[in-house]
């Protein structure tokens, strides 16, 4: 099984700091998906990278995907109460059809 | 807007006891999923199914069963419940496999095993 390291677990912060998480993994990915889960709710997909190096911008947050396909971030500028959730990064599984492992997620909470 | 609808969304089992979850789609997606949800643990894959009348386990099957009898519908059934199994459950599905593809996750449904 391949694995999805994320850090940190948990980030607790002020409106307006920058935050990074990090999801890695010692094998290679096809491709890389973040996903954001707020409470009582299921996660919904944020991006997908593929191209190793790719860097995606969705507004305030921009995603990197390492050059060597082992390794994505997730960076957040001026953060806001409203980018408080789960963020969870997934690959494929190896052996062919895209089922989608989970890393464990960070948890953040930003605070007015 | 309904995409994928999981029932019901709250639920307390005594042990020894057995229940189904409801799990359908609306979007004509041929891949369909059940993850469980453990605090600090992430999305752990249950069973899965690629198209209809095809299933096949996933990391943590053990005390699960489910079907696909059609393409809309993927229930999961619990059978001899175990404190263990206390969880969030979140179906999902997907048009296919290959990288690129999103996935869509139903609210949840929390169960308790008392």
């Known amino acids: 099984t391949q694995l999805l390291e994320q850090s940190p677990q948990f980030l607790s912060i002020q409106e307006g700091e920058n935050l990074t998480v990090y999801c890695n993994s010692s094998?290679?990915?096809?491709?890389l998906q973040w996903y954001r889960q707020e409470p009582g709710e299921g996660p919904v997909l944020l991006v997908t990278v593929v191209t190793g190096g790719e860097v995606k911008k969705l507004k305030r947050l921009t995603f990197q995907f390492g050059d060597a396909r082992k390794d994505s971030s997730l960076h957040i500028t001026a953060a806001q109460p409203g980018d408080t959730g789960l963020y969870l990064c997934?690959?494929?599984?190896?052996?062919?059809?895209?089922?989608?492992?989970f890393g464990r997620g960070t948890s953040l909470i930003v605070h007015p | 807007n309904a995409g994928v609808t999981q029932t019901p969304k709250f639920r307390i089992l005594k042990i020894g006891q057995s229940m189904t979850l409801q799990c359908t789609q609306d979007?004509?997606?041929?891949?369909m999923y059940w993850y469980r949800q453990d605090p600090g643990m992430g999305l752990k894959l249950i069973y899965y199914?690629?198209?209809?009348?095809?299933?096949d386990k996933g990391e943590v099957p053990n005390g699960y069963n489910v079907s696909r009898s059609t393409t809309e519908d993927f229930p999961l059934r619990l059978e001899l419940a175990a404190p263990s199994q206390t969880s969030v459950y979140f179906c999902?599905?997907?048009?296919?496999?290959?990288?690129?593809?999103?996935?869509?996750f139903g609210e949840g449904s929390w169960l308790t095993v008392v």
């Open positions: 997934a690959g494929p599984r190896s052996g062919g059809s895209y089922i989608p492992t």
């Open positions: 999902a599905s997907s048009r296919t496999g290959g990288s690129g593809n999103t996935i869509y």
């Open positions: 094998s290679v990915f096809s491709s």
């Open positions: 979007m004509n997606h041929n891949y």
């Open positions: 199914s690629v198209g209809a009348g095809i299933t």
